[in-house]
């Protein structure tokens, strides 16, 4: 999506070896035109699917899911919420996720209440790094019952295996932007 690149190269920097900071349009100050683009890209993308939900993960997801909610008809957007401690919750479904970016264990958790067997779910991130943010939604998924017809992220690093990773569990992904390198500081994006 040349519109998000372009915008990667003018607003995001790049932090240490491996993270882009994307705060200016993406995940602090948001984009809402911007946002509107991706979610028109995803609904091209994944619009044939039979998708009847969309999960994603707080906080950075929701924005990303709810304005991509509005080109599907009539689709409910779940975010997971995340737990610092892992005390079982029988009315929720459950798993641990590492995050790449705090560097430590969390849990996190949806309400039994809003996934269900027969449910077709579209997962959408933000980034797509090691994979685990993915990993985790798709656990939560396949404890209710449902199937999982797609993953979006906004932002993959290629670099890192969180595709190949994600792609293990049987789930096909589609990322906005894929990033190779980081050469100099700046993001060097895959052909196509
Ligand atoms: P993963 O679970 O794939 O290792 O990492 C994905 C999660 O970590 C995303 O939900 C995102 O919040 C965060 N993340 C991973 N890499 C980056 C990055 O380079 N920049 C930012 N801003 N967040 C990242």
Do not use: C, W
């Not at 491996?18 to 602090?28: A, C, G, P």
């Not at 950075?60 to 995340?82: E, H, L, M, R, W």
């Not at 190949?164 to 052909?191: M, N, Q, T």
């Amino acid at each position: 999506m040349n519109l998000l690149k372009e915008r990667i190269l003018t607003d995001g920097y790049v932090l240490g070896k491996d993270i882009l900071k994307v705060d200016r349009f993406l995940n602090h100050q948001v984009d809402v035109g911007l946002l509107n683009e991706v979610g028109k890209a995803f609904y091209e993308r994944f619009k044939d699917k039979g998708i009847n939900k969309i999960l994603t993960i707080e906080a950075s997801g929701i924005a990303i899911a709810a304005i991509t909610a509005q080109y599907f008809d009539n689709v409910p957007v779940v975010f997971a919420k995340k737990f610092d401690s892992v005390n079982a919750d029988p009315d929720s479904y459950e798993t641990n996720v590492y995050s790449f970016t705090k560097k430590r264990n969390y849990s996190v958790r949806v309400s039994k209440k809003f996934i269900h067997p027969g449910d077709r779910v579209l997962i959408l991130d933000d980034f797509l790094a090691q994979g685990r943010a993915a990993a985790g939604l798709i656990e939560l998924v396949r404890q209710g019952g449902g199937e999982v017809y797609g993953v979006g992220i906004v932002i993959e690093k290629s670099f890192q295996e969180g595709n190949a990773y994600v792609s293990s569990l049987g789930v096909e992904i589609h990322s906005l932007a894929r990033i190779k390198a980081f050469i100099d500081g700046k993001p060097i994006f895959e052909e196509a």
